[in-house]
């Protein structure tokens, strides 16, 4: 497959990270392009994104309930299909069991072909950016609960007691790589991408759109396109049928 997996397009695709907005940046314009084919995508959001506001009038309560509109309102600019959202604290995300587990129960849930997630090996993006706790839980989490917690039959048994068949991943993408290998030219839904980041007013500045867009271009370099999101792909299982 080439580089930049031109026509490459899974019947199923869950996208797993830590807040409300987290999936804007990392994947939108691939999301958007899978979508508008057929590709039927699911949104877990660990965390209820409730401490990222300076207003002291703010609660954790109604910051909640703004960023989980947002992002379903981002979600349907994009067309994503379902949402998850696991209600853990902002902020203080933890590698446990029993986060392992629920996301594992996800995957078995929804049965993604193609997961992506944060790559939890990348502490730094730049020289003025740490990556956030979160983030590289997140990334951790969503790998452990691919494999091997949601193939594995006797990995919490509970699971299937609850109906929750094991399911093979069949490919995982991870964001925020620095050793991406391969590349989605998102020119024709960088556009769609920088309206679903709009749509996150809570968080987000208007340069903070445009910088989406910079990044976007800087991820192409290389490539023999102008925008472009990278990942580093890893194939757990064949697929002919959708490779």
């Not at 379902?82 to 069991?97: A, I, K, V």
């Not at 039959?153 to 399911?167: K, N, Q």
Request: proline share 6%; with cysteine.
């Amino acid at each position: 497959m080439p580089s930049n997996v031109e026509g490459f397009v899974p019947p199923s695709a869950m996208v797993v990270v830590a807040h409300p907005d987290d999936a804007e940046f990392m994947v939108a314009g691939t999301i958007a392009k899978w979508a508008r084919k057929g590709c039927e995508v699911t949104y877990v959001i660990i965390t209820k994104g409730d401490k990222g506001s300076d207003d002291p009038n703010m609660t954790s309560e109604r910051l909640t309930a703004i960023r989980e509109a947002e992002q379903r309102n981002a979600g349907a600019v994009l067309g994503v299909a379902n949402y998850e959202f696991m209600g853990y604290p902002d902020g203080y995300l933890q590698h446990s069991l029993e986060l392992r587990r629920d996301v594992a129960r996800l995957i078995r849930k929804h049965k993604p072909h193609v997961l992506l997630t944060f790559d939890p090996t990348n502490r730094f993006f730049s020289d003025n950016y740490v990556n956030h706790p979160d983030h590289r839980v997140a990334g951790d989490v969503a790998l452990d609960a691919t494999f091997p917690t949601a193939r594995d039959r006797l990995t919490f048994p509970e699971l299937l007691l609850d109906g929750y068949e094991p399911w093979k991943v069949r490919q995982v993408w991870l964001s925020g790589s620095d050793r991406p290998n391969v590349w989605v030219d998102i020119a024709d839904t960088l556009e769609l991408k920088k309206a679903a980041l709009r749509e996150h007013p809570s968080q987000l500045e208007a340069d903070m759109v445009e910088f989406a867009e910079g990044f976007a271009r800087t991820a192409a370099e290389g490539q023999d396109f102008e925008y472009a999101e990278a990942f580093r792909r890893f194939i757990l299982e064949e697929d002919p049928i959708h490779e």
